[in-house]
């Protein structure tokens, strides 16, 4: 064998996993939102916080309204909402780091079935995986020994400060030299809803009956939970248990929903959403179920979020409620 | 064990290092059976039993079949191969199907017939080993090929890590006499496998371009398609047309960048692998595209199923039935799922129609138009936009869906309004395939530009695979898809 072919490739992969974690580790304390804000709060002050993490869903829920409840609790607790729009645990997971940093008392994780969809049962390359998860270990398992025995070496600090997903890391730089006016006006750093703007004109609230015909009109259908191989159940597990692993307590909550969406919905998807949030709970996890909470409430702006003005404050109020009630327990 | 896992490089290094290190020929051999026994083992467990089972099987029904000269003792023996395999790919890939259909029809006739499932887990590339111990005994069988002297030698053919799970289907006469110093079957001492640099230099080249194609290009317009596919109903013409196109390179970029890897790797080794792929969309008729797409398939299914109906030997509709009926069977090769016999019926009519057009019309056929650079790029969009419709049966597994999206990739309703959401929301994807269209226009124009490149100074070629390795990493989404074509 060519020594020297050998050695150049060898040197070549060795030369671009070190540009990649230059890259990679570049890119954030540079650019990224979530690492400036984290920077800029760490040491703002000493009291002990509360972050709501999640979508829109989240996003809309009255931060001031919360902060207000919580202080006349007689509670010292910051609380800020980290809500990002599209939020996707495999998302989240590259900025969690930055978020434990923060060193919060509690996470208030609020997920939705959105989340979840489609995850396996339509990627045929995903069946694969499937196929290879029932073949059952009757004989050793070769590749548990081989994993333990070669893969020691990258559980070291080089190897876990690599991002999850680089893809997201590289699309967000791309993103920033790209459209660089706009993603600055992402963050808004002095508020305690840091990535999530509230426009100025509030959306107005819509009959039920409105929403239901103005959704059957798109005639979309709801793609399914796939419950065996689902990438965004797994991130989702894995936030927690890295959250928990640094003493910090996670609640999870299902964000509400309207009956339209509620009724479009398949029973079996709801079932499997629910057996995701039982599984969550049986390892310990507080889990608020509020997707049918609201269901016919007059609270809606469309099927799937909640008013942002004080006609829907009864959202924000419960949340806050049940912050309160964790924090005490 | 999957070719774009750290799993498969560190072991990749290390069968590599003990063959270059022990030069003892036997041992080179026998290490490199134990090496694509454990490639295999490594995620298949006890399924090993099944292919160690169809290479006993093959290997002393083949040579029972050279020994005897009594032709109907031949046949029998032929028959206990082909059921023996056949049986085999049957029972564990197609059992739950026919259970299923059972049920449906005894349900339809008030049966009450209702069988239950045997959800057997498929083994990894049953599909494509059985195929080539297959051709191995009818070969021997119609006195084509003698059979191998050993059954170490047969293993290692039906077992050749790099080729073993996806293909390329390699047939006993090409891979054979490749483990022997003489050509010809059988003779000559057993052959030293000896790292060659310039095998080294352009396998790691070839291997580096089908790691491309598969984590680059295909992993990162995955996301794309699965955007448009997974659920298509409400979405607009143009839409469909680029889910179709995206697909169509997704699954070209999987399946031949697993091919290259397959083929680069086993290069390394000193074996030579046969071609693939060669540039397909760029193909100016169905048949056209047959001679370039999953080439050792096509060839396999011509060679034992098309020619054995008799070909296009016998009349017109019979030419025409058996090339509905082959690809009928080539699109239920690749799963137990009615969307892949539509997708192989789909093929089988093109094929059948453009033969019914060259025979109707031999004017056509042969009009000087066609010889032109406009005529040839009038047949390729032609050829690629029936290709690229039967993509969607191929990638759509829902009815309803497959339905909706194929009506409205033949019937344009010239909308824009999902298209425009969808490019928003997949820049990247889109953008990739672009650059996917532009390298293959510059890849069909300059020709073998892969062995150019391993010939390229060493310094030059050093930041190729640097350049290479950051594509990947930095584009990696998180998690390795499966190459699409494990499944089958």
């Known amino acids: ?329 | 064990m999957l070719f774009s896992t750290i799993d498969f490089v560190v072991f990749f290094i290390v069968v590599l290092s003990i063959i270059a290190a022990i030069r003892y020929k036997k041992f080179q051999h026998v290490f490199l059976l134990s090496a694509s026994y454990f490639f295999f083992y490594y995620s298949s467990n006890y399924l090993i039993i099944l292919l160690i089972a169809s290479t006993i099987l093959d290997f002393y029904v083949g040579r029972a079949i050279w020994n005897t000269s009594h032709i109907t003792k031949k046949k029998i023996l032929l028959i206990v191969s082909l059921v023996g395999n056949l049986g085999l790919l049957g029972f564990f890939k197609y059992a739950d199907f026919a259970i299923l259909q059972f049920n449906y029809l005894g349900e339809q006739f008030n049966l009450a017939s209702d069988i239950p499932f045997l959800n057997l887990a498929l083994p990894i590339g049953i599909s494509f080993y059985t195929f080539q111990t297959i051709s191995y005994t009818v070969d021997i069988y119609r006195g084509k090929l003698k059979p191998s002297e050993s059954l170490r030698e047969f293993a290692l053919f039906v077992a050749f890590f790099p080729q073993l799970v996806a293909g390329p289907i390699v047939r006993a006469s090409e891979f054979l006499p490749q483990l022997r110093e003489k050509i010809e079957m059988g003779s000559g001492n057993l052959k030293q496998i000896i790292i060659h640099n310039s095998n080294l230099k352009l396998g790691i080249t070839i291997m580096a371009f089908g790691f491309l194609k598969k984590m680059f290009f295909a992993d990162n317009i995955a996301p794309l398609v699965d955007n448009i596919f997974s659920n298509p109903i409400g979405m607009d013409s143009f839409t469909i047309i680029l889910g179709a196109v995206a697909f169509g390179i997704q699954i070209y970029g999987d399946f031949s960048g697993y091919t290259d890897i397959a083929i680069g790797a086993a290069l390394i080794l000193g074996f030579k692998l046969p071609m693939n792929f060669n540039k397909p969309y760029f193909a100016t008729s169905p048949s056209d595209f047959w001679r370039r797409w999953h080439i050792s398939l096509s060839t396999w299914l011509r060679d034992y199923l098309y020619i054995p109906l008799g070909g296009n030997k016998k009349s017109h509709v019979r030419t025409y039935a058996n090339l509905t009926a082959v690809m009928f069977l080539g699109g239920l090769w690749h799963g137990a799922s009615w969307n892949f016999i539509i997708w192989g019926v789909l093929h089988g009519s093109y094929l059948a129609i453009h033969k019914i057009l060259v025979n109707k019309f031999p004017s056509l056929a042969n009009n000087l138009f066609f010889k032109t650079k406009s005529g040839k790029i009038l047949s390729i969009f032609i050829t690629q936009y029936f290709i690229f419709l039967a993509w969607i049966a191929f990638r759509v597994k829902d009815t309803d869906d497959m339905l909706y999206s194929m009506s409205k990739y033949v019937f344009l309703d010239f909308q824009t309004i999902t298209i425009k959401q969808v490019i928003n929301s997949n820049e990247v994807s889109v953008g990739l395939i672009g650059l996917f269209i532009i390298t293959n226009i510059i890849l069909y124009k300059q020709k073998n530009i892969i062995e150019k490149i391993s010939k390229i100074q060493l310094w030059k070629w050093f930041f190729f695979i640097v350049t290479i390795t950051l594509l990947i990493l930095i584009s990696f989404a998180g998690n390795t898809d499966d190459f699409i074509y494990f499944q089958f």
């Open chain 1, 1 to 329: 064998m060519n020594l020297k072919i050998s050695l150049t490739v060898l040197i070549g992969i060795f030369v671009a996993i070190i540009a990649f974690y230059v890259i990679m580790n570049w890119y954030p304390s540079n650019f990224d939102p979530v690492y400036t804000w984290t920077e800029h709060i760490k040491n703002e002050s000493d009291n002990p916080k509360i972050l709501l993490l999640g979508s829109s869903h989240t996003g809309v829920l009255d931060t001031n309204y919360i902060q207000k409840y919580v202080i006349s609790n007689g509670l010292e607790h910051e609380v800020y909402n980290l809500a990002i729009a599209s939020d996707y645990p495999t998302r989240r997971a590259q900025t969690i780091g930055y978020i434990s940093e923060l060193k919060p008392e509690m996470v208030f994780y609020g997920i939705e079935i959105r989340m979840f969809e489609g995850q396996g049962n339509v990627k045929q390359e995903q069946l694969t995986a499937l196929q290879i998860s029932e073949i059952k270990n009757v004989m050793p398992n070769a590749k548990e020994f081989f994993q333990k025995t070669v893969f020691p070496l990258t559980d070291n600090d080089f190897f876990t400060k690599i991002p999850k997903s680089p893809k997201i890391v590289t699309l967000q730089t791309i993103k920033h030299f790209v459209r660089d006016s706009n993603h600055t006006s992402s963050l808004d750093i002095n508020s305690n809803r840091p990535f999530f703007n509230i426009k100025n004109e509030v959306s107005p609230i819509k009959e039920l009956e409105e929403l239901k015909k103005e959704w059957e009109l798109k005639n979309l259908k709801f793609n399914g939970i796939n419950p065996q191989i689902n990438r965004e159940f797994d991130a989702l597990k894995d936030l927690i248990r890295e959250l928990e692993s640094k003493n910090i307590k996670v609640v999870i909550f299902a964000t509400p929903k309207s009956s339209v969406y509620l009724n479009w919905l398949t029973s079996e998807d709801k079932v499997i959403f629910d057996q995701m949030l039982e599984e969550i709970e049986e390892s310990g996890i507080t889990v608020y179920n509020e997707y049918d909470t609201y269901a016919n409430y007059n609270i809606w702006t469309d099927i799937v979020h909640v008013v942002e003005s004080k006609l829907g404050i009864v959202y924000s109020e419960d949340i806050a409620k049940k912050i309160v009630e964790e924090i005490k327990r």
